[in-house]
Each structure stands twice: as C-alpha cells, then as structure tokens.
C-alpha cells in the first residue's frame, strides 16, 4: 500500500513534462483514456466501418434473393442516315431514312437461389415513327414470362447461401476483438509512459540524493572521515544521476507522442482551448479473475470470430472446387420464354387481338480435346482446398493453445502483482535505512549504491507488473469476447 500511494503522487508528472501550475488538472484513468480512445482514433473508428461494411455486404447478398423491378429503354432513339438496302434482286441501293425507334420495358425478376437460374416477367413497348413516310408502328408485348436455366455451370448464389451469414456474423464478433485489440493497445502505451515518467520521478530524485551525499561527502572529506577515492565516486554518482535524469525525460516525451498519437489526444499548445495535457493516474491491480482454462477455450469457441473463419475458409475452398468443375467440361444454358404479342398503328389497337409467343432454346459448349485444361483446373482447386484444410486444423490448434495459455497466466500475474508490490515497500524502506546508516558512517558507499538501484528497480518492476497484469486482462478478454469479471458475454454498443 505505501508503494502504491507513492506511485500516486509521483503520477503527478505530465504527458509532456512536469509542472507546478499543472497540480490542478485531473488525473486521466485508464478506462478514461480507453473510452476515449475507442469514441474518436483513427482504430476505433476503422473498426466500425468494418462492422457497418459487414452488414451492407450482408444486405447486399439478402437482396440477391428478392425479387427485382426493374425499368428499361431507349428513347428516344433518332436517326438520320443513307443505309444499304438489299433489293429483291440481290442489289443494293442507297436509301435515305429519318426515323425514331424508341423502347420502353417493365421486368420483374427473381433469382432462384436452388439452381442457380432467372425467372423473368416482363412487358414492353414498342414505337417505330417514319418521318419520311410519316407512319407510326406499335409493338407491344403485355406479358412474358421467361425462364434462364444453366445447366453444369457454377451456382454462385448456392454459396452465397452458405458463406455470406457466416461473413456477417465474423464482422461483427471481429468488431468486439477489435475494440479489445485497442483496448490492449492503450493500455501498453499508457504503461509505457506511465513506467518513463516514473523512470524521470526515479532519476530526479537520485540526483537530488546524489547532490546531497556529496554536500555532505565533501563536509566529511575536509573532517578527514572520507576518502578522496569515495568524494570522487560520489561526484561520478552525481554526473551519473544527471545524465540519467536528462535521459529519463528524453524517453518520457518519446513514450508520450506514441500516446497522443494513438489516442488521438491534443497535443499540448496546439490549440488554446487545448491547454496541458492531464497527469496519468497509477491504476489499482487488474481484476483477479477465476479462470478455468477449458471453460475459458469453451467461450472463445461460442464467441470468437476465428470459429467462424475456420468453417468460412472451408466453405470458401470448396467454393472454389465446385467453380473449378462449374466453369469447364459440358456447359448449357435453357432459355424459354412466352407471352403474348401484337402490332398495330395504333397503341390501344396493338394491345387488341393478340398472338401467342413461345420460343425455347438450349445453348451448349463441350470441349472435344482440351489437353488435360479441365482435369488440371480443378485438380489445382482441389489441392488448395487440402491446403486449406491442413492450415485451419493447424490454426485450431494454435487457436485453442492460446487461449488455454492465457487463461492459466492470468492467476499468476495478479500474484506477480501483489509480490512486485511488497518488494516495492521492502526497497523503498531499505533504502531509507541504509541512507541513514550510510550518513552515520557505518556503512560504505557501495551499500549505499546497491540500495539504491534495489529501490529503483523494485519500482520499476511493479510498473511492469501492473502492466502485464492489465494487458494479460484485456488479451483474454479479447480472446474469449467474454467478461469473466461480470460472467457475461461482451456485446456491442
């Protein structure tokens, strides 16, 4: 507890240096500066366009599957030439036409999901005007019903079926990691600069120290009780102590750019309404959770968006083996279509008295001699799907490791915590004592030193153990998509 309350008050420190007049500006927290983070940087910010990019694809494959109306046709459609006209004779001549042909068409259509074909329901008329011979002509078709079937062609819509929820529901799951992700980030960063302004509180008190030993080394050497040997290490303690100091602020504005930068912080006196940047305050430990490692590899499976991926790369393998087979060897197509027809001067006239449609024809391609292209495509499909297969098992396998590893490290970091911190309080008051002896004259300066980098090392490696205890919590967050401090599953806002 005293080592914690020590850190409090050296967190008074700035992002961007210390200051007396800043000693009223609030502490900034961790979770603050995750909220933050989250709300308005660059990562946050990219992570839900992603989740909403996700949901349009996912919308863009549901309107697949509805019907489509649609509106279509040229008009006008004017022209002014000299054509070639073939006579009955077999000769040509050269007439001049003006004329307008214009289209107007309605089709609803709907895709067939199953086979892969297109049912089409349509009308159109049609509006042909002589302006030479000044006669209008009316076609129209009030109805047609028509049916496009491939047959052996890859069915894209039948994958579509398989493949696009899986895709929808990975965004949005990737989505909550990604919110994770930044928040481990954040807390790195926050540590790193939380670890070099204690680093510079450390170093300024040293030199401060180190400038009052050799005051009173220097009274010592002129009483005869210090050696010149010890006055000049205590000088050298001193110039090391300052470089120290120099460098440990050096490295505290470093840290601090990668802060702002990431979090997208103001930098300090960029704007007036700016103003400094808030102090960083110590967090208490990381939640000591109870984590059983096999009920924690039970939620990343439920939750994790990588249980998705694996079932999605496969389908997407075996996607491509059946393009493979549904692009060469026999293709065909069916068409039919029927309806109804007429023509007529007149446009009420053309929709009177109307004529039966139907036309039906089957198209086909069959490759006689490809030497070996079908049997080469689609045996290099296959062996990627293998591929694939092999890389997800092994990235299961690297999956479940993970999580299993983590969720057993995290008990002992929270102890590693409490230990870092009785060390602390342990160097911090061996230090106080062996000053104290060393003043009296009862202990040599190398106790002295060696206390000394005890108490500073022993601070630093709490930092450190605060670090690795909040990044290891957030890192299983991210891995499971679940709070195991609330025993509820994480959800977006």
Known sequence: MKAFYYLLLLAGTWLGGGGVARAQVPALTLPALI??????????????????????????????YRPQLGLAGTVPNFNRAIIPVVQPDGTTEFQSVRYNNSLLALNLSQNIGLTGGQVVIGSQVQRFDDFIRTQKRYNTQPFTLGLTQPLGYFNPLKWDRRVAPLLYQES?????????????????????????????????????????????????????????????????????AQQAQTQARLDAET??????????????GATPEAGPAPPLAVPTPAPTLAVVPTEALTQARQHRAATLAFARRQLQASRAVAQARGTTGFLATLTANL???????GLRESYLALQNQQQVALSFALPLVDWGLRRSTVRTAELLRDQTTAAVSQDQRSFEQTVLTQAAQVPALAGQVRLAARADTLAQRRYAITRATYEAGRL??????????????????????????????????????????????????
């Open 444 to 493: 040599s300066l190398t106790d002295l030193t060696l206390a000394s980098a005890a108490k500073d090392l022993a601070r630093r490696n709490y930092i450190l153990a605060l670090r690795a205890g909040w990044v290891a919590y957030y890192r299983l967050r991210g891995l499971t998509l679940f709070d195991f401090e609330t025993q509820q599953a994480l959800a977006a806002e």
């Open 255 to 268: 840290a601090t750019v990668g802060l702002r930068t990431y979090c997208t912080l103001p930098a300090e």
């Open 35 to 64: 909220q933050h983070t989250l709300a308005t940087s660059a990562a946050g910010q990219q992570a839900r366009a992603a989740r909403e990019g996700g949901y349009w694809a996912y919308r863009a494959y549901q309107a697949s």
């Open 339 to 345: 309806g109804y027809v007429n023509q007529a001067p």
């Open 172 to 240: 949005q799951r990737q989505y909550l990691e990604d919110r994770e992700a930044i928040a481990q980030r954040v807390t790195e960063l926050f540590f790193d600069v939380l670890l070099q302004q204690v680093n510079a509180a450390v170093a300024g008190q040293n030199a401060q120290a180190t400038a009052e030993l050799l005051r009173v080394g220097r009274e010592r050497y002129v009483l005869g009780r210090l050696s010149q040997s010890d006055l000049l290490q205590l000088e050298l303690n001193l110039l090391d």
